[in-house]
């Protein structure tokens, strides 16, 4: 069956400092990932996707990254965290031509 | 653009009493719509699709395309379906789907 996996699941970082949040989903091929914010009130916030490896799409500017080294590796990076940066980061995965799209458990960040 | 609206950020029903929560979309073409619930300390997970046309937990949602709306109904609640739900919109592109605001739902004893 199909997992995903996210670390760490919490983080405090300070201003300023970089950022590597990783995502990995084991027992399937080829998915698409997702990166999400879940902010309080505002929702869930598609932050990046990607369709295969070395692909990224963004779908709002920001001070954050993603990268796909491996077919079933996501990865969320930032060089220099801002406090707005805080919130709960979600990755996600479905199967191509399906749209239902399954969650990690979630890494919430801090930064202060 | 498409856009998924969940007018209530808060819904407070009492055990046994019928719930509604309400989900209505903007969107070009003919999405795919669903409904993720997040339960206290758990995962964001799928509750039901529309095409599935199914009842799960003793939810049901109906698609109306007239009024572009997706509102998820039980008739009788139950403590345990206290938990944020979000409606979102899927359609072609890359799997990606548009999620609302979210409503979390508090079911009283």
């Known amino acids: 069956s199909q997992t995903i996996h996210q670390w760490p699941a919490t983080l405090v970082q300070p201003v300023g400092s970089p950022l590597s949040l990783e995502c990995t989903v084991e027992g399937t091929s080829n998915p698409n990932l997702y990166w999400y914010r879940q902010a309080a009130g505002r929702g869930l916030q598609l932050l990046f996707y990607s369709v295969g490896i070395g692909q990224i799409s963004s779908e709002v500017p920001q001070n954050l990254s993603a990268s796909r080294p491996q077919d079933r590796q996501f990865i969320l990076s930032s060089k220099k965290l801002l406090l707005s940066d805080s919130g709960f980061y979600l990755c996600?995965?479905?199967?191509?031509?399906?749209?239902?799209?399954?969650f990690g458990p979630g890494t919430r960040l801090l930064v202060l | 653009a498409q856009r998924v609206t969940q007018p209530e950020k808060l819904l407070s029903v009492f055990k046994g009493a019928p719930v509604e929560l309400k989900c209505n979309y903007s969107y070009s073409g003919s999405p795919e719509l669903f409904w993720y619930v997040q339960y206290s300390r758990q995962r964001l997970q799928l509750l039901l699709r529309h095409i599935s046309r199914e009842s799960i937990k003793g939810f049901t949602a109906d698609l109306n395309k007239g009024e572009t709306s997706f509102h998820l109904k039980k008739p009788f609640a139950q403590e345990e379906d206290s938990a944020m739900y979000y409606c979102?919109?899927?359609?072609?592109?890359?799997?990606?789907?548009?999620f609302g605001q979210g409503t979390i739902l508090t079911v009283h004893p």
């Open positions: 979102a919109a899927g359609g072609t592109s890359y799997g990606k789907l548009t």
């Open positions: 996600a995965w479905s199967v191509e031509d399906r749209k239902t799209q399954y």
